[in-house]
Nanobody, 122 residues
Framework: QVQLVESGGGLVQPGGSLRLSCAASGTIWSINYMGWYRQAPGKERELVATITSGGGNPNYADSVKGRFAISRDNTKNTVYLQMNSLKPEDTAVYYC???????????????WGKGTLVTVSS
């Protein structure tokens, strides 16, 4: 069994900052990609940022470039999303995503967390 658990969401004023965390737990051999997606009310889920297994080549949605930063700590099986200069349009449920191999002989499977709500409002 593998679980992804997000934390760090909440209410923040426009221009403020939040740091999201997502920890993977369970039977884990290795974690390939990790990333963050978000879904605003009435909209489809969209990619926010992704990062490769080595922590390089971060990829960002145009709407968050220069404001958000993704990072990971492989010793803790955790991915982070530092969100700065937040805007009301960043309001959404943020979901963690990861490709995880549970055993050395298996393929990586895609896992999702349950999400954490970020509300940007004055």
């Amino acid at each position: 069994q593998v679980q992804l658990v997000e934390s760090g969401g909440g209410l923040v004023q426009p221009g403020g900052s939040l740091r999201l965390s997502c920890a993977a737990s369970g039977t884990i051999w290795s974690i390939n990609y990790m990333g963050w997606y978000r879904q605003a009310p009435g909209k489809e889920r969209e990619l926010v940022a992704t990062i490769t297994s080595g922590g390089g080549n971060p990829n960002y949605a145009d709407s968050v470039k220069g404001r958000f930063a993704i990072s990971r700590d492989n010793t803790k099986n955790t991915v982070y999303l530092q969100m700065n200069s937040l805007k009301p349009e960043d309001t959404a449920v943020y979901y963690c995503n990861a490709g995880i191999k549970r055993l050395p002989t298996t393929y990586a499977m895609n896992y999702w967390g349950k999400g954490t709500l970020v509300t940007v409002s004055s």
